[in-house]
C-alpha cells in the first residue's frame, strides 16, 4: 500500500561531538589544522534537528514546553515509532498544530489527550493506558517474574532439604529377607 | 505431573510462535478506527472551485442517503489507483460518493478532479493542518468512510478499494445500511 504521506527516513540525530584526537607525535599541518578548526567549530554548534518547526511554536514558553511534552507521547500515524514531536511527516505536523491550538484554547494535558484519543484510539499513545484491554501488557511480565522465582525457589529449597524423602520402614516379610541374606557366607 | 511442567516452555513457546506468525501478516497501517458508530464529525468544509452549488460538504449533507466518503487529494499517488473505480460505482448509484480534498490547494484538488475524472457528488475542502481528516482520525489518504442514512459512522477503509474490496467488504455494507 502506497502512503505518499510517508516521510520517515530521516535521522534527527546530531553527528557525535569530538574530533579525532590529534597526535601529538606528529604536528598537524597548517591547512589540516585550519580544517579541523572549522570540522571542530561545526561541531561545537550542532544540536539535534528538530522537527518542530519555529513556525509552529507557541509564543508562551510554559505553553510550548506543554505541547513539547504532549507531542513526545503522541504517537505519529504515518512513521509509527514516532511521536509526532520527532516526525517530519505531515500528519504529525497537523497533529502538533492541533494540539497547540486545543492548548492555546485553554485545555489541560489531559483534554488534549482525550481529544486526540477520541480520533484515533489509545493507539496514538505512545504510553499504553492501564485498563482491562490492556492488563496482559502491564500485568503481565509481572506475572511471568513471580512465576519464575517460584520456580527457581522451589528448586533451591529441594535441593537443599536433600531430594528423597526418609525410606519407609521394613515390613516383617523384608526383614526376615534382609536377615537371611545377611547370613549367608559369601562365595 | 511434574514431567508436564517441563514442558509448559514448550507450549509457551509454541503459543508465542503462533502469535507472531499471525503479527506477520497483520498490516499495522490499519489501524481500528475509533468513529465507528459514531455520529460524522461536525465540518462545513469550503467548496472547491468551479463545482458551483454541489460543492463544499457538510455534516448535514451526509444525512438521508448512505454515502461514502472518500478522502483524497491531488498529491495522493494511490488515490490515482482507486479513482476510476469510483467512477464505476458512482454509475451503479448505490451509495452517494463525497470528496474530502485533503490537505491540498483547492486549485489542484480540482484539476485532478478534471483528469482523472470526478465520481463525487459534493466536494469538501480541507487545507492543512486538516482539521477535518482529523476529527475522521484520518491517517493518510486514500481513506474512507461509509455513513448510513442517520450520519453515523459505520465502516472505514484504509487504502485504495479495489474491486475486490468493493465486492467483498464495502458492497455488502452499504447494501445491509440501504435497507434500513
Known amino acids: 500500500m502506497i502512503f505518499p504521506m510517508d516521510a520517515c527516513g530521516r535521522d534527527a540525530r546530531a553527528p557525535k561531538r569530538g574530533a579525532p584526537g590529534a597526535r601529538a607525535s606528529r604536528p598537524l599541518t597548517p591547512p589540516m589544522r585550519r580544517v579541523l578548526s572549522a570540522v571542530l567549530i561545526v561541531l561545537a554548534f550542532a544540536s539535534p534537528a528538530l522537527a518542530v518547526n519555529p513556525s509552529e511554536m507557541l509564543k508562551d514558553p ?28 505531515d ?6 498544530v492541533i494540539v497547540r491550538e486545543r492548548i492555546s484554547a485553554g485545555d489541560s494535558d489531559d483534554q488534549v489527550k482525550t ?5 484515533y484510539g489509545d493507539y496514538v499513545l ?18 511471568l517474574f513471580a512465576a519464575g522465582l517460584w520456580v527457581v525457589f522451589g528448586f533451591y529449597r529441594r535441593r537443599a532439604t536433600g531430594s528423597q524423602p526418609p525410606p519407609a520402614p521394613l ?13 549367608e557366607k559369601s562365595p | 505431573m511434574r514431567r508436564a511442567l517441563f514442558l509448559l516452555p514448550v507450549a509457551i513457546f509454541g503459543i508465542m510462535a503462533l502469535l507472531f506468525v499471525k503479527g506477520l501478516t497483520m498490516d499495522p497501517k490499519t489501524i481500528p478506527s475509533v468513529l465507528i458508530d459514531r ?28 454515502s ?13 489507483q482507486e479513482h476510476p473505480y469510483l467512477l464505476e460505482y ?8 463525497h470528496g474530502i480534498d485533503w490537505r491540498d490547494d483547492p486549485a489542484l484538488g480540482a484539476a485532478w478532479l478534471k483528469k482523472h475524472g470526478d465520481p463525487y457528488e459534493r466536494v469538501g475542502v480541507d487545507p492543512a493542518p486538516g482539521r477535518a481528516a482529523v476529527d475522521f482520525g484520518v491517517t493518510g489518504a486514500p481513506e474512507s468512510f461509509i455513513v448510513d442514512k442517520a450520519g453515523i459512522i459505520r465502516y472505514k477503509h484504509i487504502g485504495p478499494i479495489s474491486p475486490e474490496v468493493w465486492t467483498k467488504t464495502l458492497l455488502p455494507i452499504i447494501r445491509e445500511l440501504d435497507k434500513k
Request: aromatic letters at 6%; hydrophobic letters at 40%.
Open chain 2, 90 to 97: 458512482k454509475k451503479t448509484g448505490l451509495v452517494a460518493i
Open chain 1, 171 to 183: 515390613s516383617a516379610e523384608e526383614q526376615r529377607r534382609l536377615d537371611k541374606l545377611l547370613k
Open chain 1, 115 to 119: 481529544f486526540v484519543v477520541d480520533r
Open chain 1, 62 to 89: 510554559a505553553q510550548e514546553h506543554r505541547a513539547r511534552e504532549l507531542g513526545k507521547d503522541l504517537r505519529c500515524l504515518v512513521c509509527q515509532n514516532q511521536s509526532i514531536d520527532d516526525s517530519d511527516a
Open chain 1, 91 to 96: 500528519l504529525a505536523k497537523d497533529l502538533r
Open chain 1, 126 to 143: 505512545l504510553k499504553p493506558p492501564f485498563k482491562g484491554t490492556t492488563l496482559v501488557l502491564w500485568v503481565g511480565p509481572f506475572v
Open chain 2, 68 to 80: 461514502l466518503v472518500n478522502i483524497y487529494g491531488s498529491w495522493c499517488i494511490a488515490c490515482v
Open chain 2, 39 to 66: 455520529p460524522v464529525p461536525e465540518m462545513a468544509l469550503a467548496a472547491l472551485p468551479g463545482r458551483g452549488e454541489t460543492s463544499g460538504l457538510a455534516t448535514n449533507d451526509l444525512k438521508g442517503r448512505v
